[in-house]
C-alpha cells in the first residue's frame, strides 16, 4: 500500500517562479491537507479539502493555491515563489474530520526557493 | 479551538519508561486525543488515539484522567530509535483547523 504519495521529493526554485505539489491518496480519504513545516517548528496548515470539488484556507494560506479536482489527488501551487516558501511540504489524508479520524502523512517535499 | 500544551524537549535513557504529558483544559465534549511521532526527513506518523481512561497499543499506552483536560502518552523500554517530537492534538480538523504546535523534543540517550 502507497498510502499518501508526494511528488517531487525536493525542488529548487528561482524567486518568481511557479510549481505545482502533487499529493495522492490510495486510501479513499475524503479530507486532505497540505502543511508546511520551517526548521524547529511544528506543522501549519495551509490549506485543506473536504471532498472532491471543495477548498478551504488553513491558517497560512496566502501566496498558495490548491485544487482537488479528483478525490485521490490534492495539488499546491506556488504562483510566484519567494524566498520565505522555503520550507518542506507535507500533505496529509483522513477518512473524515472528526478527531477521531487519524491523518496519515507523506514524507514531505523539500522547496528551496533562491 | 482546542489547544494544547506540552514540554518542549524531554531526555531520557535506553530502557527506561518515558512519560509526556499534554493539557487540553478546553477540551470539547466529543473531542478524541491524538498523539502522533515524528522522525527527521519524514511525515508526523499516528501513535495512539483515546477518549477516555486508558488506551493501550503495541507502541504506547495513553492515559486519560476522567476530567479530560489532560493525556499522558507513555512509551515503554524506549530505545534510541525512539527519539523524534511528539505531536499531541485534540480537536476536529476542518472544524478546528488543527494546529501541530512545536510538540516535544524526546531525545534518548545511550
Known amino acids: 500500500n502507497a498510502g499518501v504519495t508526494q511528488t517531487p521529493k525536493f525542488r529548487v526554485l528561482k524567486t518568481g517562479q511557479s510549481m505545482t505539489l502533487l499529493c495522492a491518496q490510495d486510501?479513499?480519504?475524503?479530507?486532505m491537507y497540505w502543511y508546511r513545516q520551517d526548521p524547529g517548528m511544528g506543522l501549519r496548515l495551509i490549506h485543506y479539502?473536504?471532498?472532491?470539488?471543495?477548498?478551504a484556507k488553513g491558517e497560512v494560506p496566502d501566496g498558495y493555491n490548491v485544487s482537488r479536482l479528483k478525490k485521490q489527488n490534492f495539488l499546491l501551487g506556488l504562483e510566484s515563489a519567494a524566498p520565505s516558501q522555503t520550507s518542506v511540504y507535507f500533505c496529509?489524508?483522513?477518512?473524515?474530520?472528526?478527531?477521531?479520524?487519524?491523518?496519515?502523512f507523506g514524507d514531505g517535499t523539500r522547496l528551496s526557493i533562491l | 479551538l482546542a489547544k494544547t500544551t506540552q514540554p518542549i524537549s524531554m531526555d531520557s535513557y535506553e530502557g527506561q519508561e518515558v512519560n509526556i504529558t499534554c493539557s487540553h483544559n478546553?477540551?470539547?465534549?466529543?473531542?478524541?486525543i491524538t498523539w502522533y511521532q515524528q522522525f527527521p526527513s519524514q511525515g508526523p506518523r499516528f501513535i495512539i488515539q483515546g477518549y477516555k481512561t486508558k488506551v493501550t497499543n503495541e507502541v504506547a499506552s495513553l492515559f486519560i484522567p476522567a476530567d479530560r483536560k489532560s493525556s499522558t502518552l507513555s512509551l515503554p523500554r524506549v530505545s534510541l530509535s525512539d527519539t523524534a517530537v511528539y505531536y499531541c492534538?485534540?480537536?476536529?480538523?476542518?472544524?478546528?483547523?488543527?494546529?501541530f504546535g512545536k510538540g516535544t523534543r524526546l531525545h534518548i540517550l545511550p
Open positions: 479539502s473536504v471532498g472532491e470539488g471543495t477548498t
Open positions: 496529509a489524508s483522513s477518512p473524515g474530520g472528526g478527531s477521531n479520524q487519524p491523518q496519515h
Open positions: 478546553n477540551i470539547a465534549t466529543n473531542d478524541y
Open positions: 492534538l485534540v480537536g476536529e480538523h476542518a472544524r478546528d483547523k488543527i494546529i
Open positions: 486510501m479513499n480519504h475524503e479530507y
